[in-house]
């Protein structure tokens, strides 16, 4: 599969597969408040949307931005895999993961009023924050690794 | 699961889930048995109906298998 539709398979997947962690993390007390719920109420404090589309309605339009930007981070990862071509998947992933958590939520999301800034978050906040951010990454880099592989023949 | 493509999908689904399980043991400490089966029971009720239960049961597999190797040698010195 070409290169680039393959990253942006796999960002798709790791977006759902995030997604799903930080809810059942959430559900179970092993993660704090997550990333996709402080997005929730940005929405809802910008739009009113709870009040017009509920809780579940803002969370769809969300988890629908959510994929868009899994999507068009994923792009990026064949332009970095020429770069670095002798990291593994998991490497680059990690790499890859860590700048966007460090740009996205060190640097933009607090401006944008998103998040309160990791220094208020605290290290259990900001470290499950990094951590989610490594894992969209590292999985979308798996996936589409997986997927541009030349198919066994065997 | 003799399909070779759905052999392949249930390896991901395993490589993916014990990914997972390493980096929430990193942001948070190792997953107590308890924290662990909740997460587990939540991951699957998130995602039933939205992916396949055979590569969803495989995930989880992988999420439980995902202790780093030093632990589990540790565990079973025990």
Excluded at chain 1, 67 to 90: E, H, Y
Excluded at chain 2, 61 to 73: K, N, S, T, V
């Amino acid at each position: 599969m070409q290169q680039t539709k393959a990253a942006i398979i796999g960002g798709l997947v790791a977006g759902v597969l995030t997604t799903a962690v930080m809810v059942a993390g959430r559900k179970s007390g092993v993660l704090t408040k997550t990333l996709d719920r402080d997005a929730v109420d940005w929405i809802d404090r910008l739009t009113g949307s709870r009040k017009l589309i509920g809780d579940s309605g803002t969370s769809i339009v969300e988890f629908t931005n959510h994929l868009g930007a899994s999507a068009a981070f994923a792009a990026a990862l064949p332009a970095l895999r020429k770069l670095a071509p002798s990291l593994s998947a998991v490497e680059l992933g990690t790499l890859y993961g860590t700048a966007l958590y460090l740009v996205n939520i060190g640097c933009i999301a607090p401006v944008l009023g998103i998040t309160e800034g990791e220094f208020e978050a605290g290290p259990r906040k900001a470290g499950e924050r990094w951590a989610i951010h490594v894992l969209q990454a590292v999985v979308t880099a798996i996936v589409a690794e997986r997927l541009s592989a030349p198919a066994d023949n065997d | 699961m003799r399909d070779p493509e759905k052999t392949a999908d249930a390896e991901l689904a395993f490589a993916l889930g014990k990914i997972t399980r390493r980096v929430l043991d990193n942001a948070n400490g190792a997953l107590g048995e308890a924290a662990l089966s909740r997460f587990a029971n939540n991951l699957l009720e998130a995602g039933d109906e939205k992916i396949g239960t055979d590569v969803l049961m495989v995930f989880v597999a992988g999420f439980q298998e995902g202790d780093p190797p030093e632990r589990r040698a540790a565990g079973s010195e025990r």
